[in-house]
């Protein structure tokens, strides 16, 4: 096997690194939507028990067992999952909240453990936590594959056996590892994780295929399945200048000793690089610049402001503190509070027939946290020079974006500013009819009024706001701005009204996106969208689907 790894080979390979040596891989991100594949594969990965994000630390960690300590007046306590298991299997991990990977991460830095991630995120910004992500060694992409394209999967417990036997006489030497190191870092990884995670699965690889030291097949596939999914190659593939630049003259005997001391059989590095480039998937700079644009939207992410309550919601760990004011009491968290004191308090009571004792210090509060409805406010401009440009491909983009909000239950507004005014097409709302009733009929014509626009777009939001709602603007124009507050036509007066309105949006912390649709980049625009503080992506040859595509990437719809 000493060409590329092919898909199926990829996943075999994974698979065996898993039977070998699950500590030194420290486990595998497996991205797949629940099917046949995936269970096929799942079937062949290590037994293990299953875990949902929604775990609280009690399971984790282990904590008080309330029922026997209650039935046998003496404090029993249970054994949390960290403790129970060497290898864990996190399902829908995409859904993985900070709190939670952290522990995790935290617990995989220890000697021995093994995490398998179920990754079913559909868009790119829904993926593993990347503190998770960075210290599993594995990883494997189901989504392109078709279960016809899948093969028997074997390993033969006594090939197991003998290739764990193996695995502490494989030794990678010092130039291998160099070059993991360096191809790595011409990725762009900046974790010493990744050659590190690299270097074990080289072991446990080669130690599967009979080789005390692992051959350069081995070291390429290592790198593919290792170092692929993590980095960006496209920056580094521009080959060096070959320029030739004056050697100062050296001494013959000097130059021969100097060979001496370098190391003869070098690692080749290019090698490494092609290797890693092949298993590169066909969309993965794609995920990573939309997961990047996402990330750095604050708060435009696929779902609104979490907050937190005690009324609804996700359940959060209960709190200390008073009950009033609608606050509720988590009884169970309350007992296991007190469960411990029990004994102390009965001596201190003198009354042995004192059965339970609850302190104000005991008592523990329902915690939720909510997520807001986000509502996405587009304000699109349909003045004349924008109609003539991309007023057609714009409507065409928000069509395709409406659809997809839509599905994930977004509201919708629409802002049309042309003229002299802006006009409220369509407020806040979930109806997908109306919204694409109302687009279609969107005349084009007239001036800029882009200020104006911006007003009602800023109105919108803080109404948004105040019924609880995460507002995101998305504004597509052309840029050419000429209209200002007052109704004037004067384009100086109106580019310092749309930046002082752009400047009372960004103090709102309202996210925003800047769409520019002329045919050349506006210096103007990219002023205003600096002032809102967002995202200003010029577009000047995208059609409709080109800007949906974008759209859903920065606004993480």
């Known amino acids: ?254 130059i021969e000793s100097e060979q001496e001391q370098q190391p003869r059989d070098r690692f080749p590095d290019e090698l490494l690089v092609e290797a890693v480039r092949s298993a590169l998937p066909v969309d993965l700079l794609a995920r990573l610049a939309a997961g990047k644009a996402a990330r750095a939207a604050s708060g435009s992410g696929g779902t609104g402001v979490a907050r937190k309550g005690n009324h609804r919601g996700r359940p959060l760990p209960s709190w200390p503190g008073t009950p009033g004011s609608g606050k509720r009491i988590d009884l169970v968290a309350t007992l296991r509070a007190a469960t411990p004191w029990q004994s102390l308090r009965r001596r201190a009571a003198s009354d042995e027939r004192l059965h339970l004792e609850i302190r104000k210090s005991d008592l523990r509060l329902k915690r939720y946290e909510e997520t807001s409805d986000r509502v996405l406010v587009f304000a699109v401009d349909a003045s004349g020079s924008a109609a003539l440009s991309r007023l057609a491909e714009a409507k065409g983009a928000i069509e395709l974006l409406l659809a997809h909000a839509y599905a994930r239950r977004d509201h919708v507004a629409l802002i049309a500013f042309r003229g002299q005014s802006a006009e409220l097409l369509l407020p806040p709302t979930r109806s997908l009819v109306q919204t694409k009733r109302r687009l279609a009929g969107l005349p084009g014509g007239g001036a800029t009024p882009l200020a104006t626009g911006l007003r009602l777009a800023f109105d919108v939001s803080l109404k948004a706001l105040a019924r609880g709602m995460t507002p995101t603007i998305a504004l597509l124009t052309d840029g050419r701005g000429n209209v200002a507050l007052d109704g004037s036509t004067n384009r100086d007066v109106a580019e310092a009204d749309s930046l002082r309105l752009a400047r009372l949006i960004s103090v709102a912390a309202i996210p925003a996106l800047v769409l520019d649709i002329a045919n050349r980049p506006q210096p103007a625009l990219s002023r205003i969208a600096k002032a809102l503080g967002a995202h200003y992506l010029p577009l000047p040859r995208a059609d409709a689907y080109r800007l949906s595509a974008v759209l859903q990437s920065a606004l993480g719809s």
């Open 1 to 254: 096997m000493k060409g590329p790894l092919t898909p199926w080979q990829r996943i075999e390979s994974a698979l065996a690194v898993l039977a070998v040596d699950p500590a030194g891989a420290k486990g595998l991100w497996l991205r797949a939507r629940a099917g046949p594949l995936r269970d096929k594969v799942a079937d062949a990965l290590p037994a293990a028990r299953r875990v949902h994000p929604g775990i609280d630390d009690s399971s984790l960690y282990g904590g008080i067992d309330l029922a026997g300590t209650l039935a046998t007046g003496h404090l029993r306590s249970t054994q949390g999952v960290l403790a129970q298991s060497d290898t864990l299997v996190l399902t829908m991990a995409e859904r993985t909240p900070a709190g939670l990977a952290a522990r995790i991460a935290r617990w995989l830095d220890d000697t021995g453990p093994c995490l398998i991630a179920f990754d079913e995120g559909v868009e790119p910004e829904e993926s593993l936590p990347s503190a998770i992500a960075d210290r599993l060694g594995l990883f494997l992409s189901l989504e392109d594959m078709a279960y016809s394209e899948s093969e028997l999967i074997e390993f033969p417990s006594e090939r197991i056996a003998k290739a764990r036997a193996l695995l502490p006489l494989v030794r990678v030497d010092t130039s291998a590892r160099e070059s993991l190191a360096l191809v790595a870092a011409t990725m762009g990884i900046d974790s010493m994780r990744a050659p590190l995670c690299a270097v074990s699965v080289a072991r446990a690889l080669a130690a599967w295929r009979g080789e005390t030291e692992p051959s350069e097949a081995t070291m390429r596939h290592a790198a593919e399945l290792t170092l692929a999914h993590r980095g960006d190659l496209a920056k580094s593939s521009e080959p060096e200048s070959s320029t030739p630049q004056s050697q100062p003259e050296t001494d013959p005997e000097q």
